[in-house]
């Protein structure tokens, strides 16, 4: 199975309606997906995890990706790498190879409401480049005037 396809149905007065679906690679990783409700009470969004994105010689991208029905339409709102690595040759290596993986996990949180946030997207990175390590932190903040997640820059954990 190359591709799955999530779609939505919504209330629409007294009858339910469906939505654009949204095609899911599904060939190299089965993706994941879970309702939570980010953004404002009594709405739920579709999160997808373990998507792969990308793969061939030397390349594997996974990403989470969040949905929200806006309107009447089907929007990703969040979308970014839960897993990356990246191979190239390199001759002066015992490997041969020159390599760099990123490993992210996601965690929510509701504690900074001056922001004008609904809720905050916390991500936790661990990059290995080389031989090198080390852990990013990023936060994401929802948008209302835009409609999606946007990143704040450096925050400690």
């Known amino acids: 199975c190359e591709a799955m396809f999530l779609v939505p149905v919504v209330k629409q007065g007294v009858s339910w309606i469906t939505l654009n679906p949204v095609r899911l690679w599904a060939k190299f990783s089965e993706p994941t997906y879970k309702f939570e409700s980010l953004v404002a ?15 061939g010689t030397g390349i594997l991208q996974r990403n989470m990706t969040i949905y929200k029905v806006i309107g009447n339409e089907t929007h990703a709102v969040f979308d970014t790498p839960e897993y990356l690595h990246v191979a190239e040759p390199d001759l002066k290596s015992p490997t041969g190879q020159y390599t760099d993986d990123q490993t992210s996990t996601f965690t929510y949180s ?46 400690p954990p």
Not at 42 to 54: A, K, L
Not at 129 to 138: A, E, M, Q, S
């Open 41 to 55: 009470p009594g709405e739920q969004e579709i999160v997808v995890s373990n998507q792969t994105v990308d793969e």
């Open 110 to 155: 509701w504690d900074k409401p001056d922001h004008g946030s609904s809720v905050f997207i916390r991500e936790k990175r661990d990059e290995r480049i080389g031989k090198h390590r080390f852990t990013v932190y990023r936060s994401y903040a929802w948008n209302r005037v835009l409609q999606e997640f946007r990143m704040l820059g450096d925050t």
